[in-house]
């Protein structure tokens, strides 16, 4: 019981630090501040922590409230997944499918936390999130599915260990690449931070202060340093690499992830939903089923041992 | 001092905040933008986002009730400051950032929350910047309980843009929004996200002779207008760089002349040469919706059109008027019938509307 | 409890999330908001999902909880889209029809309840696998995939044709009569240069 609860803290304490670790690199890259920049998300957090709470009128408290703790709850549950070392918290036999069963119910909570405080920009926002949601779910799902089916197994320890030889962004680059920017729609960051846009106030964070803020807002980094992590794992050969240990290898792939990730983020202009959901539908669910179609191809070739 | 106290002044540093420019602040809004950007002081983008709220020149009766509503929704610890445009600018931030750490270190009793004070304010509470609406009536068999639920009044059925028979939803949007010109109110009504009925106006009209002559070159003007209009689009990178290149523009460095002029040419082209940008916001607002080929040459009415005209001026070709871009408050509600929330943002963001420098009486505006 | 199949927290677990479950089932007819009701079936359908995990059925658990809240989000859409009624302002019942409802409840409650208790079930045969999910695939994609394949095809043209029968535009309105018409004629235009 005592390993269990160690690796629990761990698992934690790894989610939040990643998460802190892209927040930080937004925060650089949003503000040109330089190093400078790198402690205000504590800061924020800390600002945040002494904000008063705020309420609306008529809104639906409870659901709403509930929400709010289910982000960073769902993130950190995506994390109990993600290869830590070698090894993963929760280790089944469906370790894929879970983690995107995470990012599912976090369309439930962002939803209802723009449902919740009774308000038109926050709703519209909701209702942004949602489209998004819907859009990107079905390549996300694809993406995931693909490394799995390379590795010939749903666990993500199983799937680290089928790159041995080779990553899977080799054969699996279209993959990679909508893990990726799906991760930042379900986070709603970056060029997908239309429902947390500045033309509807902030969306569905607009009525949001104190700690159901820093909830939220934590909720997302630690969603999108998971995922860079995840992704790190699932195409990048997780911790293989010469001369170093293996886990400074991961958290290097992390950093490198997260960089590239932030990098391209804060460079482009958010995308209009109404036009990135077309693009979702139409090019990118097409483009991961033929992605899946070619590995199921390699595999029967015997291309992954 | 108590280690507590300095966490608490390290912690509210940064102050997140609200920009109120009431008539004859705006030439003074981008030196405060400026000192709010060298100080890393961010924009604040809702009531529930704001420490700090900074007021600009002289509200009128009716913007001024609309700041105190707007008030009534931020939550503590917060502060509210009036920034006199003769004044040493540095030193009233400094002088806000320490009021608003007081006001964090006093124990005040508990405000007394946005829902009495909402509900004090007359029949229409959701006329306000931001929000609180709702309140429907239910199709078909749903029960269906009074007149309005907290204060609120029900909204009716009516046929969408699409022959559906939706729900409708009055809203206000404005007078103080993010990118959004200080003092225009849009009515109108929403169903889903699309807007009908839209009706704009400014509220109270200033006294000041000078109000809405801007002193500053139209390349300057041309800039703030990118800023806002890259707020509203979404892009905070670009929209800071295009605040600086507004600094350089407007500051008198006649020795830096031609660095400013290459800023500012890089800025509008980095804009004009965004793919993603042109991608996302083309053919939003088009006159002739849909019309207009891909990539098509002309400048059509279309908010692309207009920040393509926009980076030309700012850097520093010759101002010609956009084809097809209203100046009228009339013009541009028939523009914004029919459409979705965040186009009627972006169109708004584009136009350069003409402000009346007298006083006009609305009286669709409940604040 | 057979020792042998479960462990004790096991069973607890399977307890409580049931009770959690019939629980949350009944809120959904209780609360007087679609958004509660909503997310009460959503509540109801995970406690289901936990069961599954009890029952160290992995993937059927992640599945159902993946697949019933994209299913709750998608109704909230199609049930409080065009109500424009954030929080749920306004109460109302989530109850049609009481009398027939509880006379058709009652009976398909009674019914299921004499068919679980005087089923005959089987007794257990052999080991559970280490593997649940490998063996659910190579049944899925084995001995029933003719069923499967069916179903998921029977599946999706439902939804094909329930897409059709509700949208009021056809081809022919973004297309013109004569199907000519280089770029469709939509209300918004979505992100692909057409």
């Given at each position: 019981m005592w390993g269990l609860w160690t690796a629990v803290g761990l698992v934690v304490a790894a989610g939040l630090g990643l998460g802190l670790v892209f927040a930080a690199a937004d925060r650089v890259a949003l503000t040109g501040a330089g190093p400078k920049a790198l402690v205000e998300p504590v800061r924020s957090a800390l600002r945040s922590l002494l904000e008063q709470r705020r309420t609306t009128l008529a809104p639906d408290r409870l659901l709403w409230r509930t929400a709010c703790a289910a982000v960073p709850v769902l993130a950190l549950l995506s994390m109990a997944v993600v290869p830590v070392g070698d090894r993963t918290l929760l280790s089944t036999s469906a370790d894929l499918v879970w983690f995107n069963a995470m990012e599912a119910l976090l369309?439930?909570?962002?939803?209802?936390?723009?449902?919740?405080?009774?308000?038109?920009?926050?709703?519209?926002?909701?209702?942004?999130?949602?489209?998004?949601?819907?859009?990107?779910?079905?390549?996300?799902?694809?993406?995931?599915?693909?490394?799995?089916?390379?590795?010939?197994?749903?666990?993500?320890?199983?799937?680290?260990?089928?790159?041995?030889?080779?990553?899977?962004?080799?054969?699996?680059?279209?993959?990679?690449?909508?893990?990726?920017?799906?991760?930042?729609?379900?986070?709603?960051?970056?060029?997908?931070?239309?429902?947390?846009?500045?033309?509807?106030?902030?969306?569905?964070?607009?009525?949001?202060?104190?700690?159901?803020?820093?909830?939220?807002?934590?909720?997302?980094?630690?969603?999108?340093?998971a995922s860079a992590a995840m992704a790190a794992a699932l195409f990048l050969g997780g911790g293989s690499g010469p001369w170093l240990p293996d886990p400074v290898w991961q958290l290097l792939k992390t950093l490198l992830v997260t960089a590239v990730l932030v990098g391209v983020g804060r460079r482009l202009p958010v995308l209009r939903p109404d036009r990135a959901v077309e693009l979702a539908w139409m090019v990118l669910v097409p483009a991961t089923l033929l992605q899946a179609l070619v590995v199921a191809l390699l595999v029967l070739a015997g291309a992954y041992g | 001092m108590d280690l507590t106290g300095r966490i608490r002044r390290w912690a509210l540093g940064r102050p997140r905040v609200l920009v109120i420019d009431a008539p004859g602040g705006e030439r003074f809004r981008w030196q405060l933008e400026d000192e709010l950007d060298r100080r890393h002081w961010p924009l604040a983008l809702s009531p529930a986002d704001t420490d700090l709220a900074l007021v600009l020149g002289r509200p009128g009766a009716q913007l001024a009730a609309a700041i105190e509503l707007l008030w009534s929704q931020v939550p503590q610890p917060r502060h509210?400051?009036?920034?006199?445009?003769?004044?040493d600018l540095p030193a009233q931030l400094d002088a806000a950032s320490v009021a608003l750490v007081d006001a964090a270190n006093r124990t005040e009793p508990v405000q007394p929350g946005a829902q009495t004070q909402l509900g004090n304010l007359g029949p229409e509470p959701d006329d306000v910047d931001d929000e609180h609406a709702g309140h429907s009536g239910h199709e078909g068999h749903h029960m269906h309980h009074g007149g309005d639920v907290a204060g609120l009044a029900m909204a009716d059925t009516a046929p969408d843009r699409d022959g559906l028979t939706l729900d409708v939803l009055r809203v206000a949007l404005g007078p103080v929004l993010p990118g959004w010109p200080t003092g225009l109110v849009l009515t109108g009504s929403m169903q889903g996200d699309v807007l009908t009925g839209v009706e704009l106006a400014w509220v109270d009209g200033?006294?000041?002779?000078?109000?809405?002559?801007?002193?500053?070159?139209?390349?300057?003007?041309?800039?703030?207008?990118?800023?806002?209009?890259?707020?509203?689009?979404?892009?905070?990178?670009?929209?800071?760089?295009?605040?600086?290149?507004?600094?350089?523009?407007?500051?008198?460095?006649?020795?830096?002349?031609?660095?400013?002029?290459?800023?500012?040419?890089?800025?509008?082209?980095?804009?004009?040469?965004?793919?993603?940008?042109?991608?996302?916001?083309?053919?939003?607002?088009?006159?002739?919706?849909?019309?207009?080929?891909?990539?098509?040459?002309?400048?059509?009415?279309?908010?692309?059109?207009?920040?393509?005209?926009?980076?030309?001026?700012?850097?520093?070709?010759?101002?010609?008027?956009?084809?097809?871009?209203?100046?009228?408050?009339?013009?541009?509600?028939?523009?914004?019938?029919?459409?979705?929330?965040?186009?009627?943002?972006?169109?708004?963001?584009?136009?350069?509307?003409?402000?009346?420098?007298?006083?006009?009486?609305?009286?669709?505006?409940?604040? | 409890m057979n020792d042998t199949l479960l462990s004790d927290p096991a069973v607890i677990a399977v307890v409580v999330l049931g009770a959690v479950s019939v629980g949350s089932g009944i809120a959904v007819f209780v609360v007087d908001s679609m958004a509660r009701a909503t997310f009460a079936l959503l509540v109801s359908f995970l406690a289901i999902?936990?069961?599954?995990?009890?029952?160290?059925?992995?993937?059927?658990?992640?599945?159902?909880?993946?697949?019933?809240?994209?299913?709750?989000?998608?109704?909230?859409?199609?049930?409080?889209?065009?109500?424009?009624?954030?929080?749920?302002?306004?109460?109302?019942?989530?109850v049609h029809n009481g009398r027939g409802s509880a006379a058709v409840g009652f009976v398909a409650f009674v019914a299921l309840t004499v068919g679980i208790w005087t089923t005959d079930w089987p007794s257990r045969r052999g080991q559970p696998p280490a593997d649940t999910t490998r063996q659910l695939g190579e049944a899925i994609m084995g001995s029933h995939m003719l069923v499967m394949l069916v179903v998921g095809i029977g599946l999706f043209a439902t939804i094909l044709s329930g897409t059709i029968l509700a949208t009021g535009r056809g081809r022919y309105d973004r297309f013109g009569a004569d199907l000519r018409a280089t770029r469709p004629d939509d209300p918004t235009p979505g992100g692909l240069p057409r």
């Open positions: 369309w439930a909570a962002v939803w209802l936390i723009g449902w919740g405080p009774n308000a038109v920009h926050s709703l519209v926002g909701g209702y942004r999130f949602l489209a998004q949601g819907v859009a990107y779910e079905l390549p996300l799902m694809f993406a995931i599915i693909t490394a799995g089916l390379g590795a010939g197994s749903l666990r993500t320890t199983d799937v680290v260990a089928a790159q041995s030889d080779l990553w899977f962004v080799v054969t699996m680059p279209v993959a990679f690449v909508v893990f990726l920017g799906s991760a930042a729609a379900f986070a709603f960051w970056g060029p997908f931070a239309a429902p947390a846009g500045a033309d509807i106030a902030g969306g569905v964070l607009s009525e949001l202060s104190g700690v159901e803020r820093l909830l939220v807002e934590a909720g997302r980094v630690v969603l999108l340093g | 509210r400051q009036d920034i006199a445009a003769d004044g200033s006294d000041d002779p000078n109000h809405g002559v801007l002193q500053a070159t139209p390349q300057a003007v041309a800039m703030d207008q990118l800023a806002r209009i890259l707020l509203v689009a979404g892009w905070p990178t670009a929209a800071a760089a295009a605040r600086r290149a507004r600094r350089d523009l407007s500051g008198s460095h006649p020795q830096r002349a031609a660095q400013t002029q290459r800023a500012a040419a890089r800025v509008a082209s980095r804009v004009r040469g965004s793919r993603a940008l042109r991608w996302s916001v083309q053919g939003i607002g088009s006159t002739d919706r849909g019309m207009t080929p891909a990539g098509s040459a002309h400048a059509a009415g279309d908010v692309w059109g207009g920040v393509r005209h926009w980076c030309d001026v700012a850097a520093g070709g010759e101002p010609v008027p956009v084809a097809g871009s209203p100046r009228s408050l009339t013009e541009a509600s028939i523009l914004l019938e029919g459409s979705e929330l965040a186009a009627a943002r972006l169109v708004v963001a584009t136009m350069d509307l003409e402000r009346p420098a007298t006083r006009v009486e609305t009286e669709s505006t409940g604040v | 999902a936990g069961v599954l995990l009890a029952l160290d059925l992995v993937y059927l658990a992640v599945v159902t909880a993946l697949m019933m809240t994209i299913e709750m989000a998608i109704m909230a859409v199609f049930m409080i889209m065009f109500m424009m009624n954030p929080a749920g302002l306004m109460p109302m019942t989530m």
